[in-house]
């Protein structure tokens, strides 16, 4: 399971969920803060040795609607970006009763997401998450504290450990071997060592230091009897979902929504995001707060659905994947890889889906597409 957040950014000044963000981003064209929606977003690893996908599961709005959250009575009300996609990571695990890896960039290593995860294990009765995710350079960690002498209170943790000092200290421990990362094999250099972690929560941690190419990085995982080369080819797979963005926005159209409703309070971007928040808890009319919700609702409707689109064409891609490759209607110069990608099986799709109607007509979603199709169109048989 993959997991990660995305802004998209939105001009409406009457958009429930918009608010004011920092865009974390190296590119300085960019502005400095944006009037946005926080999304989190949710997927599964799917498909075989030729190609995987990351398949979503759950894409919501996750920031700027705590007092909607709280008209509504969402247990999320209380909770970050962060707590709140944990959550529903673990809630998702529960559901399928399938001990899941979650994979999560640097972002989401915090104190908060951690408690979340034993909270969450703590009500399924199983801890159905293992984490898997990457420090900060700067991190640091501690080593476990000595044995108690009786004397004063027992210590929670022992000598402090800057991680990336171990790059230098530690390398004549790295292990030099062979591992297959994204479709290609390199030479990685690891060392593995388990230390406390989080001020206040000091919880023991697995933490994977890699040289790959040059790079150095820092890896976490909170299964301490994982093993190292396991957690670098997990953690690889990570990148899926940022593949995944761009399809579900380019292809798709996902995040091309524009819902808004009169009765929200007027956005002002040169105010802060917590007045915004103040002006909208104020409203206390039913009715208005009711229109308010269905806006809301309307909004996380239009991405779900995309969701299940998009979901839809890449099981097609993985599952007939020799008759789109050999469709007349489809030809490409250059292959990248044997399984079609989205934009090719949506364009595969998209031509016949004249014939798939005709092959198909007493399915009911057929029936009420041309329905719906006829309704539109000047005569019954015309195709709009």
């Not at 094999?185 to 929560?201: A, F, P, S």
Request: aromatic residues 10%.
């Amino acid at each position: 399971m993959i997991g990660d957040g995305i802004k998209k950014p939105k001009e409406g000044r009457y958009m429930p969920g918009v608010k004011k963000t920092h865009l974390e981003s190296g590119n300085s064209s960019k502005p400095e803060f944006t009037m946005a929606h926080t999304l989190g977003a949710l997927g599964i690893v799917t498909g075989n040795h030729l190609k995987q996908f990351c398949t979503p599961i759950s894409i919501t709005v996750q920031d700027g609607c705590k007092p909607i959250l709280e008209w509504i009575k969402s247990e999320y009300a209380q909770d970050s970006h962060v707590v709140c996609l944990v959550k529903q990571a673990c809630k998702a695990a529960a559901s399928m009763k399938e001990e899941c890896f979650l994979l999560l960039d640097r972002y989401f290593l915090s104190v908060p997401a951690l408690i979340a995860m034993k909270e969450e294990s703590v009500k399924a009765g199983c801890a159905f998450i293992t984490l898997i995710t990457r420090a900060k350079s700067d991190c640091v960690a501690y080593k476990k504290p000595g044995e108690y002498s009786g004397k004063g209170r027992p210590r929670k943790k022992g000598k402090e450990i800057k991680l990336t000092n171990l790059f230098s200290t530690k390398a004549k421990a790295f292990i030099q071997t062979e591992l297959r990362l994204y479709g290609k094999v390199k030479q990685v250099h690891y060392y593995c060592i388990n230390l406390l972690w989080g001020r206040t929560l000091y919880q023991e941690l697995r933490f994977v230091l890699t040289i790959i190419d040059g790079k150095f990085s820092i890896l976490v995982s909170t299964d301490l009897n994982l093993h190292p080369e396991q957690i670098i080819q997990l953690y690889c797979y990570r990148f899926k979902i940022e593949v995944f963005f761009r399809a579900f926005s380019q292809c798709f159209a996902g995040l091309d929504y524009h819902f808004w409703n009169k009765h929200v309070p007027r956005l002002n971007p040169f105010e802060s995001a917590k007045a915004a928040a103040e002006k909208l808890a104020q409203i206390n009319d039913p009715i208005v707060r009711q229109s308010i919700i269905g806006t809301y609702k309307a909004t996380e409707g239009f991405v779900m659905f995309c969701c299940i689109a998009c979901g839809i064409i890449q099981l097609c891609a993985l599952k007939f994947t020799n008759e789109i490759n050999s469709s007349p209607i489809r030809w490409l110069r250059t292959y990248t890889n044997i399984v079609p990608s989205e934009e090719s099986t949506r364009d595969c799709m998209s031509k016949s889906f004249d014939r798939i109607l005709s092959k198909c007509p007493n399915l009911v979603i057929v029936e009420i597409i041309i329905e719906k199709r006829s309704h539109f169109c000047t005569q019954p048989d015309e195709a709009c």
